[in-house]
T-cell receptor
């Protein structure tokens, strides 16, 4: 069935360092890959997304890369700050063609940025 | 503009009871989805409604049901509650039948 694996489950970095979170998806028809940030007790918020016709997308300190052949996508955060501390979820979905926008989420990565 | 609003924010039920959770999407959004997030896990898809029709259903038992009203608001009903139904129930809306989801703050259900 559809599955998204996410690693690592926890990640601790020093302020200013980079953080990388990796995900693998199983459904080769997936074509939309969002990343959500969820602070404790809060709702998930979209931070960046990428579609399968693009290999990389960047927004200031955040970037996402996609390898369709390997069915891998990754989140890269540079110059980390304490306010980046949160749980990050990757997800995969099939958009278009009358399909639902059902997101299959990974298991989450708890990122702790140490001051 | 108001975001996705959900009610109630917190509730406690006992096993066997029934619960109704409510969601109002962002104005102009016609698609509403429901997700269950158990503590320490990623959200799991329950239902999607678009233009008042069910467009998708996740791997949840028939105890879970939902509907969407003409004003695009939605309700999620869970019957015969089990301890394992304790979770954060998230509602998300999107402007069309695909694309970015905007999540509400969720309804935290505790089943005793």
């Amino acid at each position: 069935g559809e599955n998204v694996e996410q690693h690592p489950s926890t990640l601790s970095v020093q302020e200013g360092d980079s953080a990388v979170i990796k995900c693998t998806y199983s459904d080769s028809a997936s074509n939309y890959f969002p990343w959500y940030k969820q602070e404790l007790g809060k709702r998930p918020q979209l931070i960046i997304d990428i579609r399968s016709n693009v290999g990389e997308k960047k927004d200031q300190r955040i970037a996402v890369t996609l390898n369709k052949t390997a069915k891998h996508f990754s989140l890269h955060i540079t110059e980390t700050q304490p306010e980046d501390s949160a749980v990050y979820f990757c997800a995969a979905s099939k958009l278009g063609g009358g399909a639902t926008n059902k997101l299959i989420f990974g298991t989450g990565t708890l990122l702790a940025v140490q001051p | 503009d108001a975001g996705v609003t959900q009610s109630p924010t917190h509730l406690i039920k006992t096993r066997g009871q029934q619960v109704t959770l409510r969601c109002s999407p962002i104005s102009g959004h016609k698609s509403v989805s429901w997700y269950q997030q158990v503590l320490g896990q990623g959200p799991q898809f329950i239902f999607q409604y678009y233009e008042k029709e069910e467009r998708g259903r996740g791997n949840f038992p028939d105890r879970f049901s939902a509907r969407q009203f003409p004003n695009y608001s939605s309700e999620l009903n869970v019957n015969a509650l089990l301890l394992g139904d304790s979770a954060l129930y998230l509602c998300a809306s999107s402007p069309i039948n695909t694309g970015e989801l905007f999540f509400g703050e969720g309804s935290r259900l505790t089943v005793l």
